[in-house]
């Protein structure tokens, strides 16, 4: 940790969602995959796009998107899921590509003005190519509300696909 600046070095995976870059703690990441089509998921939280099989586990597909309240776009082939552990599940992001590991200091949230809608939704922001890039906190991609409503969700699906 820099003492100075209260910056903290850490390692990221970078992605863009449509134009922008952002990045996730490499820590959390558990593989990078093509996406693939997945099973909506009646009565989730609308973050939640819907469902996969990863390695058979039941993982759901997120939308960073609609936590910025960005209009998703269509999926493309080239589209790819980031497989992340948020401490409480793991997740996959649908990103429509990503950039790479990158290792850099992270200046705090707090530091950073945001006019970024979803503000909350970062733990802080790295400077890559002359570009701010926003590193979203994982543990905050779904609120306590949204995860009762997915953790329902499930089981709902879960009871339906034993009958």
Known sequence: ???????VAQQLVTFV??????????????RVVA???????PDAPEVV?????????IIPVVDPRRGLH????????????????????????LV??????IARNIVPISRVRLR???SSLFAGAVSVDDELVLIHD???????????????ALKGRMLEGSR
């Open 96 to 101: 429509n590509d990503t950039l790479g590991v």
């Open 49 to 57: 796009l819907g469902i996969i099989d990863f390695h058979g586990q």
């Open 116 to 118: 970024e809608a979803g």
């Open 1 to 7: 940790m820099n003492e100075v600046t209260g910056e």
């Open 70 to 93: 960005r209009v998703s776009p269509d999926v493309s082939i080239a589209d790819q899921f980031i497989i992340v552990y948020t401490g409480l599940r793991t997740i996959a992001l």
């Open 138 to 152: 994982v543990e905050r991609f779904l609120s306590i509300e949204e995860l009762r409503a997915l953790d329902e």
């Open 17 to 30: 969602l449509g134009r922008q870059r952002f990045a996730v703690s490499l820590q959390n990441v558990i």
């Open 35 to 41: 996406a693939a089509q997945w099973t909506p998921l």
